[in-house]
């Protein structure tokens, strides 16, 4: 080392070397006095002037050792001075760059230019060391010596990265560092820093006696890249803060923190950065583009993963910035072009999936909930470059769909499903503590925050292969969203449409084969659920702006089976399921003929229903629980939370029959088609029970009732709908408490029914057994303030259905007697022997078949009614006479 450093003091002693061509890599032969403007000193404060004061001091020294000891100094106090430095503000710092050849003092904007071209200089020292270090590791002597291998290398050079590190948050010092070639130096010690680790991790595969020192060189090449990546990084995207990266010396040390891993990740743009800057971000960006740079971080990411396979390494710092930095320059069709031309799309493809097996089920109890959090996100910083990679670039995308990509990707998506049936099945089979140490319930990688907040990351990242991820936040906005899909190029849109459809249908197949029970486990459940509502809400309005893309969907076979199979997977989640609701919805007004057929091929409208009937059943499960807690418990909060999912579900249950509304109405076959359908009809009257339903639903039966029969099989339909029809009045009589409104809205729409076609529905319903289901009713408990009503409405349907229709007044008799006694004696009992006026009128129409006229000519035409009538009047005066009740008696008499 001392002869490298005597190197560094003659190099310190001359000019800069000329720049080749007149570029602009280095200085020029004028020296300082060209650099770029305003110049900057140092000022008197305290912090400030200990360090101009050590700068004097190394520029005076003239000893070698005592010259490389004061750098060393000044070195140390810089970081110490400005490690948490940014320049003052970046209005501010535009300002004064753009201002004439003054001096500044202070260094609020930026630092000396001659403390910036030293410390360039010393990256040509530094990559100098590391490259003979790596040919002294290469050399014969060394490979078959078996002996461990002393790099040269001390912490010193990590002082002097930090100290550039730093530097370049600036503008003004990032033009310094351009002037002096400070990005074609970096990216020099960038390759030979990953030639050395490259080489580092070939002598751990080949030889493990030296383990111990090799993977502490390892160790050390690692913290020299995290300084090198963070300078290049710092030097295209101008860090104000120190928040993105943490502490570089403490590098060997450190695991991201969750808060470190927020912002790393984090890829929106300040849209409050002037124009000054943006055209700077995007001028280094091609640098380091000609620099070779961006080979050299696919290259170093190619190497990281191999010691994730290998287990050599657990700090993901460098990979995390390694990353970050790669995504600032995956910028424009050139740059995404340049990352496929050097394999940079395989790579990142690769790190979607398990890192390492340090991960696996076997090491899990030595790996805490913090790691698998972070090696999550890091698979979500992946996607969101791939993606940038990708996006609008026709041929990128091409690539992902060749050679069994669209799984390897899928695969790569899902992984921690699989990883989780392998918990699972690890809890299956020991109960040991260590496999209990996470969330309560089945083993999970974090807690339900936390998994929910990757489900929706993941979500965002495979939406903004469709739509830019910058936008997302913005789709509440459709007309926007509209703007935004239109915008981008069709000859992508198509593409990108079909490739994310292959993706999620295998995704699911993976889901769906990594349990083997009925129902998801709960976090794989959040995670489909999660992954469905973004994707679903995206297509909708990718849709809504281009509907051309229909056929897109079509195609690729997912048009309607792809909703159902998510509809059926998040039957219990009521917002997913409204929000599939609605897509069915779109994709049947923007392409009607083909999603019917559609429909009447996946018998998309029986599922629909059955997913409504689950909400309907959440609905009464929840309006129970509600009634006996509130009676337990003053817990306003849960209450709150039921009364929330209630309207969820009473929502979600009003867009199932809205859409079945829509779609027997513009079908002419769709109503004919329900018809037929057991299952339908099935579910049409579950929902029937649910109050808030009753009406929609009537109005849809009835229509049902109106269509023609013209074959066998309509006429076994329709007897298949009265008997279902009928079989509402049990349901409503076999509580505690006779639902009278329910009963008598039933009878109502029956009578309605039978006047459609008197004769056909009369036969319909005594097919149907309609005589034992409605005489049935005055046998439950009658309340005597709403059921008279009832006893009114059940006479009134009997005298409909027996009106000129000798078979079913034959029917009827056969049921109750002749004379209808049976029926006397329920009308008896509930009356307590004293009919009132209304049942008398009533027992008169049924006499004469229709409504009874007292001033117009009638015949009997009902001879059990007149008996009925008649034993019931003599009932009712011989009752009247005990009770010595004269009145009652006199118009008893007047009445027979």
């Given at each position: 080392m001392n002869i490298v450093w005597g190197v560094a003091d003659l190099l310190r002693k001359a000019p800069p070397p000329p720049a080749p061509g007149g570029g602009a890599g280095s200085a020029p032969a004028g020296g300082l006095d060209d650099a770029p403007t305003p110049r900057v000193v140092f000022s008197d404060s305290p912090e400030e002037g200990v360090l101009s004061v050590l700068w004097k001091k190394y520029e005076n020294a003239f000893d070698k050792v005592e010259k490389e000891k004061s750098l060393q100094i000044f070195i140390l106090q810089f970081v110490e001075t400005f490690r948490d430095w940014g320049p003052h503000t970046i209005e501010q710092l535009v300002g004064q760059e753009l201002g004439s050849d003054a001096t500044i003092a202070g260094c609020s904007c930026g630092h000396p230019s001659e403390v910036i071209l030293i410390l360039i200089q010393e990256i040509s020292l530094i990559t100098s060391t590391i490259v003979e270090s790596g040919n002294s590791l290469q050399s014969p002597a060394n490979l078959h010596s078996g002996q461990p291998t002393n790099l040269g290398l001390s912490t010193q050079i990590l002082q002097i990265l930090e100290c550039l590190a730093i530097l370049t948050r600036s503008l003004h010092n990032c033009r310094v560092f351009s002037y002096y070639g400070g990005v074609q130096k970096s990216t020099s010690l960038l390759k030979a820093a990953v030639a050395q680790l490259r080489n580092l991790n070939s002598l751990l595969a080949a030889d493990d006696q030296s383990l111990d020192e090799e993977m502490g060189n390892t160790r050390l090449m690692l913290s020299i890249l995290v300084c090198i990546i963070t300078i290049i990084s710092n030097f295209m995207k101008l860090e104000t803060t120190t928040a993105r990266i943490p502490h570089i010396v403490e590098t060997t040390k450190h695991t991201p923190s969750k808060s470190h891993l927020a912002a790393v990740t984090s890829?929106?743009?300040?849209?409050?950065?002037?124009?000054?800057?943006?055209?700077?971000?995007?001028?280094?960006?091609?640098?380091v583009m000609e620099a070779s740079g961006v080979n050299w971080l696919v290259e170093l990411l190619r190497v990281i993963q191999r010691l994730n396979l290998k287990e050599q390494w657990n700090d993901l710092s460098l990979h995390f910035i390694t990353l970050c930095t790669l995504q600032s320059t995956v910028s424009g069709t050139r740059a995404q072009n340049h990352l496929r031309s050097i394999g940079g799309l395989e790579i990142l493809l690769d790190g979607l999936g398990l890192p390492s097996s340090k991960f696996s089920v076997l090491k899990h109890s030595s790996i805490s909930r913090n790691e698998r959090g972070e090696i999550l996100l890091l698979q979500i910083q992946y996607l969101q470059i791939l993606c940038e990679a990708v996006f609008a670039n026709v041929n990128n995308l091409h690539f992902l769909c060749e050679n069994g990509?669209?799984?390897?990707?899928?695969?790569?998506?899902?992984?921690?499903?699989f990883m989780f049936k392998k918990f699972q099945q690890q809890k299956d089979n020991t109960m040991a503590s260590h496999a209990l140490d996470s969330v309560s319930g089945p083993i999970c990688f974090l807690d339900i925050t936390e998994w929910n907040d990757y489900s929706v990351k993941l979500s965002n990242a495979l939406c903004s292969f469709i739509l830019p991820s910058k936008d997302i936040d913005y789709w509440s906005d459709e007309i926007a969203v509209s703007q935004i899909a239109i915008s981008i190029p069709s000859a992508y849109l198509e593409p990108s449409?079909?490739?994310?459809?292959?993706?999620?249908?295998?995704v699911f197949l993976c889901i769906r084969a990594c349990t083997s029970e009925s129902a998801l486990p709960n976090h794989i459940k959040i995670f489909a659920k999660t992954l469905q509502h973004y994707i679903i809400r995206m297509f909708k309005r990718v849709l809504i702006s281009?509907?051309?893309?229909?056929?897109?969907?079509?195609?690729?076979?997912?048009?309607?089976?792809?909703?159902?199979?998510?509809?059926?997977?998040?039957i219990s989640d009521p917002s997913t399921v409204s929000t599939l609701l609605k897509s069915f919805r779109v994709i049947l007004q923007l392409a009607t003929e083909q999603t019917l057929a559609s429909f009447e091929s996946l018998d998309v409208i029986t599922r629909v229903l059955k997913a409504a009937c689950h909400q309907a059943q959440e609905l009464r499960n929840f309006s129970n629980f509600l009634c006996s807690y509130v009676m337990i418990t003053e817990d306003v909060s849960q209450c709150k939370s039921i009364e929330d999912r209630t309207e969820n579900a009473l929502m979600c249950t009003e867009l199932a029959l809205s859409l079945f509304t829509e779609y027997v109405t513009i079908s002419i076959d769709g109503r004919i088609l329900v018809l037929h359908n057991g299952d339908c009809i099935e579910c049409l009257f579950d929902l029937f029970q649910e109050q808030n339903l009753r009406?929609?639903?009537?109005?849809?039966?009835?229509?049902?009732?109106?269509l023609p029969s013209l074959s066998a099989q309509d006429h076994t339909a329709k007897l298949h709908l009265c008997s279902k029809y009928l079989e509402n009045f049990a349901r409503a009589n076999e509580k505690e408490k006779v639902d009278s409104e329910l009963l008598i809205d039933l009878l109502i729409s029956m009578r309605v029914i039978i006047m459609m076609d008197h004769m056909y529905y009369q036969n319909l319903f005594r097919n149907g057994e309609c005589f034992l289901h409605i005489v049935s009713l005055l046998n439950g408990n009658i309340n005597e303030v709403t059921d008279d009503q009832l006893i009114l409405n059940v006479l009134e349907t009997?005298?409909?259905?027996?009106?000129?229709?000798?078979?079913?007044?034959g029917a009827f008799r056969l049921l109750v007697g002749a004379g209808y006694q049976t029926l006397q004696s329920l009308i008896l009992d509930f009356y307590k022997w004293s009919p009132s006026e209304r049942l008398f009128d009533a027992l008169l129409s049924m006499l004469v078949d229709c409504k009874f006229e007292l001033n117009e000519k009638t015949t009997i035409k009902n001879e059990d009614a007149a008996v009925l009538l008649l034993n019931i009047l003599q009932k009712r005066i011989a009752s009247a006479l005990w009770a010595c009740d004269l009145t009652a008696v006199a118009q008893a008499i007047h009445y027979k």
């Open positions: 890829s929106s743009p300040d849209s409050t950065i002037s124009d000054t800057v943006r055209h700077w971000q995007q001028k280094a960006i091609v640098l990509r669209v799984h390897k990707f899928a695969n790569c998506i899902c992984w921690p499903a449409v079909r490739w994310i459809i292959r993706i999620l249908m295998t281009t509907p051309a893309l229909l056929s897109a969907f079509r195609e690729e076979g997912p048009e309607c089976s792809a909703l159902l199979d998510a509809l059926e997977h998040c009406k929609h639903v009537l109005e849809q039966v009835l229509a049902l009732f109106r009997l005298t409909l259905l027996l009106k000129g229709n000798n078979a079913s007044k």
